[in-house]
Nanobody, 123 residues
Framework: QVQLVESGGGLVQAGGSLRLSCQAS????????MGWYRQAPGKQRELVAS???????NYPDSMKGRFTISRENAKNTVYLQMNSLKPEDTAVYYC?????????????????WGQGTQVTVSS
């Protein structure tokens, strides 16, 4: 079916930057919305940013200003540029995509998640 593979997480000092990548693969016909979520220990998973197939972006108010989402449709890839990172940004970051894929003679749409990538920001 469809797999999402993230990369780019790691350890960074406060004020630094990281760029996350997520590539989708499989029997993909089209990718609708792609996005990034994060989950810190003891907290609920929250939306960081999303982007539509028409490149329309959405950021919760708390995420505006330091995070930028983009996508490269030819590579089925979504990126998250994170600047001026703070210790409270420490979390596992998950890629999400709504994908239309080929299944036999049919097209189906499903929700997919990556395995998560750890981002740790030290003070």
């Amino acid at each position: 079916q469809v797999q999402l593979v993230e990369s780019g997480g790691g350890l960074v000092q406060a004020g630094g930057s990281l760029r996350l990548s997520c590539q989708a693969s499989g029997s993909i016909s089209s990718i609708n919305v792609m996005g990034w979520y994060r989950q810190a220990p003891g907290k609920q998973r929250e939306l960081v940013a999303s982007i539509s197939s028409a490149d329309s972006t959405n950021y919760p108010d708390s995420m505006k200003g330091r995070f930028t989402i983009s996508r490269e449709n030819a590579k089925n890839t979504v990126y998250l540029q994170m600047n001026s990172l703070k210790p409270e940004d420490t979390a596992v970051y998950y890629c999400h995509a709504v994908v239309t894929y080929v299944s036999g003679r049919n097209y189906r749409t499903g929700d997919y998640w990556g395995q998560g990538t750890q981002v740790t920001v030290s003070s």
